[in-house]
């Protein structure tokens, strides 16, 4: 059973910085592509970052390039997404996701076959 949990949520103000990470378990995620989407209310679920442990491939959403950085440590199957200059229009329910079959870095969330439950960033103004 693959479980992914995210952790590191929370309120912060704008300009500053939260980590995020998301804890796998249940499989060998070597191969996978692991992601970062997030929702806001009333808004469509949206991609935000990926990573392929195995080539260390990244990908981020023109939104947050240059501030946010994705990265994953594999000896204890945890990603992480470093959030800085955050603005309050990042605020939303941050998921991880793992896709098991990646042929690319894919931004679809259909493409992603486990999520996690999510956790809250408020970034206030």
């Known amino acids: 059973q693959v479980q992914l949990v995210e952790f590191g949520g929370g309120l912060v103000q704008a300009g500053g910085s939260l980590r995020l990470s998301c804890a796998a378990s249940?499989?060998?995620?070597?191969?996978?592509?692991m992601g970062w989407f997030r929702q806001a209310p009333g808004k469509e679920r949206e991609f935000v970052a990926a990573?392929?442990?195995?080539?260390?491939?990244?990908y981020y959403a023109d939104s947050v390039k240059g501030r946010f950085t994705i990265s994953g440590e594999n000896a204890k199957n945890t990603v992480y997404l470093q959030m800085n200059s955050l603005k309050p229009e990042d605020t939303a329910v941050y998921y991880c996701?793992?896709?098991?079959?990646?042929?690319?870095?894919?931004?679809?969330?259909?493409?992603?076959?486990?999520w996690g439950q999510g956790t809250q960033v408020t970034v206030s103004s």
């Open positions: 996701a793992a896709d098991r079959h990646p042929s690319t870095i894919a931004t679809m969330a259909r493409f992603y076959d486990y």
């Open positions: 249940g499989r060998t995620f070597s191969s996978y592509v």
């Open positions: 990573i392929r442990w195995s080539g260390s491939w990244t």
